[in-house]
């Protein structure tokens, strides 16, 4: 048994291994993920299903770790009983500031246009 899983590594490099279980790993994360979404309209615990499908994909993905944290941040508002987290809140605070950057720019040329 030993000689044929050394056998199985000395053909394979590093790199190949790193890519098959970056793939395993997305594949599991993924399908994790896909099974909560479902359980947001069947019955099951959806709200511990999608976090746990994002911290699988979490160990290879930085995006995922980003989501992970704004779950972690919402879910502890929400059970802290905190002023409840937006949509907006979710988009990122540049992406936000241009917006009210526009809306300022906008309600100061309103104000000067004469009627």
Not at 47 to 69: D, H, K, M, Q, S
Request: aromatic content about 6%; charged content about 25%; proline content about 3%.
């Amino acid at each position: 048994m030993r000689s044929s899983i050394k056998r199985l590594f000395s053909r394979w490099h590093l790199d190949n291994i790193k890519v098959v279980k970056r793939v395993i790993v997305s594949v599991v994360g993924a399908t994790v993920v896909l099974i909560g979404i479902a359980l947001l309209v069947l019955p099951g615990p959806a709200f511990v299903v999608i976090p746990v499908g994002l911290a699988i994909l979490a160990t290879e993905y930085a995006w995922a770790r980003r989501w992970l944290r704004k779950v972690r941040r919402i879910a502890s508002d929400v059970v802290s009983g905190r002023k409840r987290t937006s949509i907006s809140d979710l988009v990122s605070s540049s992406h936000r500031g241009e917006d009210e950057k526009g809306a300022a720019n906008r309600a100061e040329h309103q104000a000067h246009t004469p009627e």
